[in-house]
């Protein structure tokens, strides 16, 4: 006899509730901003990846109402079929042109689109060697490809250059790396992983969910911020769901990139195209940036505060240069505890323990984004100062 379903789901969801990694999302009681709802309780939100504030940002959700008046709710199929519409092109070109890429290609979420773009660009007889903490969308873009893969240790260029070199190959050998690492908030050493990549003929692919809209000249992203701009041996991906706020990925570079994608990539050809009130919100989006500078300047002078306060408050943030500022409590118990003493604060942050993070690393993540004001965030430092003497992790 088989198992039942039933028992299959009981004896699975036992197992997580035993290993304590039952997860029950909090539900927002109103949209995903620095101020947001949760339980009935107004809260600071510092959980978010809304990094510029654009998730409801009138303006970007204006254009997103008119492309849904003007071009309907949905595409309608796949965009080889007929789900391509003008404005998927447009927006394209437009983010070619902001990324200075050869090409761009937009897919429906960061996820997809390393499934997408690994699952095409690798071939058997390829050689992959990837960072240890990389994106689980990363890890699983990976298994769809015949490739042979390689880890290297966290941003060590020492073993980088160890696996390019005792890995080569006639195929095309590729150096994967997050742009910046959402769990300690590092940014990759790209001109080192690039120069070290070259000397071995290997490509260099980013994935830059956190650095796009954070990172370089009006967010444009890692790759900018280390200085290098329309290079053929980099890859670029990344998402549109974190500080553009709304949803999807793209991939970036190469000139020949797109039409390979748009011929080969699996979740291109056999998943609908995205509905015209996205493409319109992250075409305002993108609009917006440039246009205004004061996103930026807002996201990192609060990032500086957050940071430089914390810091004097006596927490560890592990040296983070970005804006997701994690803050260390130890045990995940720790955590987990300040994370609920801090929602009793009105301060909505998320704790983060073991395997998601190193066992006695673990933390409260925080992200600081463009739309909080400094009294949002003195309130979130007074509550963390509050709360790390209660719990004996600062004086
Ligand atoms: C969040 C994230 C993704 C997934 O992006 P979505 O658009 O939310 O699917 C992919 N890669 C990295 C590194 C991420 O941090």
Redesign the pocket.
Known sequence: MSISLTDRLQSELQGLRDSGLLIHPRVLESPNRAHSRIAGQDVINLAS?NYLGFADHPVIKERAAAYLRDWGAGAGAVRTIAGTMQIHEDFEEQLARFKHTGSALVL???????QGVLGTVLKEGDVVISDEL?????IDGLRLTKATKKIYKHADMDDLERALRENDTDGLKLVVT?????MDGDIAPLDRIVAVARRYGAVTYV????GSGVLGEAGRGTVHHFGFDQEDDVIQ??????AWGV???YAAGHADLRELLINRARPYLFSTAQPPAVVGALSAAIDLVQEDPSFMKRLWDNTHYFKAEIERLGFDHLGSETPITPVIFGEASAAFEASRMLLDRGIFAVGLGFPTVPKDLARIRNIITAEHTREDLDQALAAYAEVGRELGVIR
């Open positions: 990846n429906h979420s960061g996820f997809t689109t390393n990389n994106h689980a969308s990363i997050d742009g910046v690492f959402s994935d830059d969910a956190h991906v990344g998402t549109l769901s974190k949803v999807g990925g």
